[in-house]
């Protein structure tokens, strides 16, 4: 008789979460390593909604279905819990090794990991904090009531994720940059986010540099634009999220 190994049930820790829920970034890069173990094609790009909170401690399903295989591959990813969907994704996926990347305007090097002042996010709004480490660049701190709804840092993730789920958790990493403008917290849930990868994600661990700004914001939503890039100064990825306000 041959014996079949189950996969234990995907259950997040609640250190994972952002206020009350998962951080979206971390379902973001669950939906996109299941698009690429499904089709074992690299994912390029993803646009996620996030339906509503994903619960820590709650078995949680992860589903992909391919839309189109091929050379250049689509891939319809979802979360689940309690048969309820509370995330799903459109994964672009490339089956063939990344080639170089190309910058119509390479950006000049920038501050080095060192460089950065070392800042902890407060845990007892986000125990996330426990697995980040962040180095601050620039004047700009969250809730610093400072001039310009901006951010930028090192980070790197602590936790021993795969590759692709741990550039999900990197994409969605810092505080919403209208923290930056702030004094007091608030609760400002990303609710899409999208996201074009270059090139394979970083090694577990590795630091990433993040620059993010708040380019547009109404009663209802700001949208985030942010740039990640590895230590040698290539690109790694440019997002886009849309936040909800929720306290008006």
């Known amino acids: 008789m041959t014996v079949v190994a189950l996969e234990a049930p995907l259950v997040f820790d609640p250190s994972w979460r952002s206020f009350t829920h998962v951080q979206g970034g971390l379902v973001a890069g669950h939906l996109m390593a299941a698009a690429a173990d499904r089709t074992g094609a690299a994912p390029r790009a993803v646009t996620a909604h996030l339906l509503a909170g994903v619960e820590p401690g709650v078995e949680t399903a992860v589903d992909a279905v391919p839309d189109r295989t091929g050379t250049t591959g689509s891939v319809r990813a979802t979360m689940s819990q309690r048969g309820r969907v509370l995330a799903v994704a459109q994964v672009l996926t490339l089956a063939r090794p990344a080639s170089p990347v190309s910058e119509s305007a390479p950006p000049a090097p920038g501050p080095t990991v060192r460089e950065g002042v070392p800042f902890r996010l407060p845990r007892e709004f986000v125990p996330i904090a426990d697995h980040t480490e962040i180095r ?109 306000l929720l306290a008006r």
């Open 136 to 244: 601050a660049l620039g004047t700009s701190r969250p809730l610093a009531g400072g001039p310009e709804p901006r951010l930028s840092a090192w980070v790197r993730i602590d936790g021993d994720l795969e590759p692709l789920v741990q550039l999900g958790v990197l994409l969605d990493a810092l505080p919403p940059s209208l923290f930056a403008v702030r004094t007091t917290p608030a609760v400002m849930p990303t609710v899409e986010l999208t996201a074009h990868l270059a090139g394979p994600p970083p090694g577990t661990g590795a630091w990433v540099r993040i620059d993010q700004v708040t380019t547009w914001a109404d009663a209802d939503v700001a949208v985030d634009d942010a740039e990640l890039r590895a230590v040698d100064g290539s690109l790694v990825a440019r997002a886009r999220q849309t936040r909800r």
